[in-house]
């Protein structure tokens, strides 16, 4: 595609128009296409209808506007240069609203389809309505309507998938030419400011940020997961099995041992992917090999990593684990939840040591909540603990996390404690850097608070 070349800055102007109007049709194509796809489940009829009924709908569209039907690229294509005015304008100015219906109508029904394409045919005619409506008017902005409708479409679809950096790729690659990168920047920040002021997206799944993700939210809890090699937590894998063996043997020794998968490796010993054992259960007749099988995408981890990246991909994971390669794709070892939360507490452990031998004059110890001691089902701003001490972290079954004054207190917990030699000694009966008990004690004054 050529590219295209802005030297007069009051052109900007219009793609800040375009901007805006491309922020509220996008907001209209998401909140239009889910509210169809939640109409279509409420109706009362069984749902193989609805694919028929949107059928019928979106074909009585195309007869009124045949270019709505298809992928509509090749209007896209028509539309960045003088065959635009070749379509009626009353086209031009419907078509992003005829898309959006029929994108719901197909798509909401039950039907198959996509979002992005039709999503840069709604953008694309968003920027060629602005073009066709007031370049008779203004001169000024070109005899081309290329740019506008190139705009129009990042702007549309880059607010919408709240993907403003990935759209400006997408036009540098799409136009050859880093000049429309000012206009598009104006366009798109404009459009995705939009799109985050209403809290909406055509991926509802997406996460609004990073710090959302579930990895995330742990490590906030877990800060010494980034000191941790991932090599100190994994375990020896118990089974890796060749692509060669056949399905039912696989089967056979997983039962035996009880796994829910394995790691695949080719018969050169490198990693090929995993399979599970749901899938072996459910194999057709042709599938007779851990080849048919393995399931090539799943998440892995570097032998080289630390915690904090193994765990993005082990929360991503669709077994329990994930296997763990060397830097020539050889499986060292596997690493689940249970292996980081052992990890972490030996890791917090050996900092609590670090600290005492360092201080000289603090304890550390972890301590464990029985049933009969005082504190069980109190939050920590109730036990009227020591004021001496510092509880670290709590771990809880498979859990490790940073408690505060409202946590409660729960049979089994796990406490990780620092303090005075003399407080620690005064809620247990074990030397300080022991584990033990946290038992009622008669040198711990317990107030209870309502």
Known sequence: MASYHFTDPVQLIWFALIGVLAGLIGLLYAKGFYGMADLFHRLPWPRWVNPALGGILVGAIGIAIPEVLGTGYGWVQTSLGHGLLSIPLWIVLILPFARILATGLSIGSGGSGGIFGPGMVIGAFLGAS???????????????????????????????????????????????????????????????????????????????????????????????????????????????????????????????????????????????????????????????????????????????????????????????????????????????ISDVVRAYRQELVASAERVSELGGITGASQMTITADSPITNKTLRQAGLPKGLLITSITRGDQVFVPNGDTVLAVGDLLSVLGQPSDLKSIGQVDPLGTHSLQPHKRWPVRHRE
């Open 130 to 336: 602005v073009w066709r409506l007031f370049e008779p008017m203004f001169p000024s902005m070109g005899h081309s309507p290329a740019p506008y409708v190139i705009v129009g479409m990042m702007s549309c679809f880059g607010g919408i998938s709240r993907a403003p950096l990935a759209v400006m790729l997408m036009v540098a690659e799409m136009t050859g030419s880093l000049s429309i990168i000012t206009p598009a920047m104006v366009a798109v920040g404009i459009s995705w400011l939009i799109v985050r002021r209403n809290d909406d997206t055509i991926y509802r799944s997406q996460l609004k940020s990073r710090a959302d993700a579930p990895a995330q939210r742990l490590l906030a809890g877990l800060p010494l997961l980034a000191a941790i090699p991932t090599t100190r937590a994994m375990v020896k894998p118990r089974l890796v099995i060749s692509t060669e063996l056949s399905t039912d043997a696989v089967k056979e020794r997983m039962d035996l041992d009880g796994l829910n998968g394995a790691p695949v490796v080719d018969p050169a010993g490198r990693f090929a992917g995993t399979v599970a054992r749901a899938a072996l259960a459910s194999k057709t007749e042709r599938q007779r090999t851990v080849s048919d099988l393995v399931d090539a995408g799943a998440p892995i981890v570097s032998a080289s990593s630390r915690l904090d990246v193994a765990l993005e991909s082990l929360t991503e994971a669709p077994l329990s684990w994930v296997p763990v390669l060397d830097g020539d794709r050889r499986v060292v070892g596997t690493l689940s």
